[in-house]
């Protein structure tokens, strides 16, 4: 059984974004970028599987410049057993992303794609979903829990009220959740192993996709500050605070 791990390499979920002054998008001068949490949570939980046997291969790949190589690097140091760069300059926005993936998908037949829910740089949601609907495969969205059996994959996922339990034929698509693992740190060792394990370059032009853009980013601005809060010491003071707004 292959596994397929998508990754992103997104700015660093403990930086502080900053915008450029023009409105054209994030400032990403001297900025801390790393792989998108829930890509690493995808990456963890497809390793468990190889390391209970149910898998034989874990694949990562990622799309975008030469640059994003060290993020493949990191998920080789994790555990991956190899990993594919589409290369190319352009941003690329989720349909497109997803049928990249979907090229790479004809080309690997993996039993099974286990990508983050969501990217924390445009936190569109999107690519997973379309995905599933390029290939027509079935897909497990928002997973707390991911077992496998046989031809079968089990997915938990939360929903408003409680849980909610898919059974789905493979191939398939699983989207991860926070709260599916807690992803390991690469250890030294496999830091050094990572530089040996193989790390393919593929063309975007080589996969024969339009990748007309769709979308177009008008401007981007920061968040408005947060008013300053006030702290009540009583209902008799909330109440006092809420009247002007009833009588209004």
């Known amino acids: 059984m292959k596994i397929l791990v998508p990754i ?20 990403l001068a001297g900025i801390k970028l790393s792989m998108n949490p829930f890509d690493e949570i995808a ?32 998920g080789l140091a994790m555990g991956a057993d190899r990993s594919l760069l589409v290369e190319t300059a352009e941003r690329l926005e989720p349909l497109l992303i997803a ?39 079935p897909q497990a969205t928002f997973a707390s829990q991911v077992e496998v059996k046989e031809n079968n994959v089990l997915v938990t996922r939360e929903i408003d009220g409680g849980h909610e339990m898919l059974s789905m034929s493979l191939p398939a698509i699983v989207t991860a959740d926070l709260r599916l693992n807690e992803p390991r740190y690469a250890t030294l060792p496999n830091i050094m192993k990572a530089k040996s394990k193989p790390l393919q370059v593929i063309a975007v032009d080589s996969l024969g996709v339009d990748l007309k853009p769709r979308l177009l ?28 707004n009833v009588q209004r």
């Open 8 to 27: 992103k390499k997104v700015v660093d979920a403990n930086v502080r974004i900053r915008v450029k002054d023009d409105g054209t998008g994030v400032d």
């Open 43 to 74: 990456l963890e939980q497809a390793l468990r599987l190889r390391e209970a046997k149910v898998a034989t291969e874990v694949v990562i790949v990622t799309i975008g410049p030469a640059q994003v190589q060290d993020v493949l690097r990191t």
């Open 99 to 137: 049928k990249c993936l979907a090229a790479i998908v004809a080309q690997e037949s993996p039993d099974l794609v286990i990508l983050g829910k969501q990217a924390i740089d445009d936190d569109a949601n999107q690519t997973g979903q379309m995905l599933a609907a390029l290939l027509d495969w």
């Open 217 to 244: 980013i008008l401007s981007t601005n920061a968040a408005a500050p947060r008013k300053r809060q006030k702290k009540m010491s009583s209902v008799a003071d909330v109440a006092e605070l809420l009247k002007p």
